[in-house]
């Protein structure tokens, strides 16, 4: 491993410092993530590590305790600045990437819509009013060809509640 003066001689190079309170950007290697990357032997043998977690390191003598993440304040991916740069569990992490908008929020899918939806509207209409006239589970499973659990799921309104 080489000299802790030397490593950060070489990575602080690397980083264009504008002032205590500014994004400090990696002007080096970037992943295909965008955050910055750096050769180091952080201490497990040389290889590469984002930029961040590599400030983190020089700043505080340790990568984040094991099954912490390291968050930005800032949220932009070159910031090494070590004052935007915080340990937090992973809850912690997604709950401040939500509240800054920064996750991707898949559309609602239900219904017919679902891709693997094997019941129509009109079907499950007619499963539930010829079970609540007394007709029996298992054979409205083998005639609407799904199991006999997905016939339990649509009379509980664990699937197709909007129904």
């Given at each position: 491993?080489?000299?802790?003066t030397a490593l950060a001689d070489r990575f602080w190079a690397k980083v264009d410092r504008l002032?205590?309170?500014?994004?400090?950007?990696?002007t080096a290697a970037a992943y295909p993530n965008g955050y910055g990357a750096f050769w180091a032997d952080l201490g497990g043998g040389s290889?590469?590590?984002?930029?961040?977690?590599?400030?983190f390191f020089l700043t505080h003598g340790h990568l984040p305790t094991e099954?912490?993440?390291l968050m930005h304040a800032c949220d932009v991916?070159?910031?090494c600045n070590p004052a935007h740069l915080s340990e937090g569990?992973?809850?912690?992490?997604?709950?401040?990437a939500a509240r800054k908008g920064r996750t991707r929020r898949t559309p609602t899918v239900i219904g017919e819509q679902c891709r693997t939806a094997k019941l129509t509207v009109p079907q499950v209409l007619e499963i539930r009013a010829r079970a609540a006239a007394?007709?029996?589970?298992?054979p409205l499973s083998v005639e609407f060809g799904v199991g006999y659990e997905a016939v339990a799921a649509v009379l509980r309104r664990d699937t197709w509640r909007h129904v």
């Open positions: 491993m080489a000299t802790a002032g205590p309170d500014a994004c400090w950007l990696f290889r590469m590590h984002a930029a961040h977690r590599v400030a099954g912490l993440d991916r070159r910031c569990t992973r809850t912690d992490n997604m709950r401040d007394g007709e029996r589970r298992r």
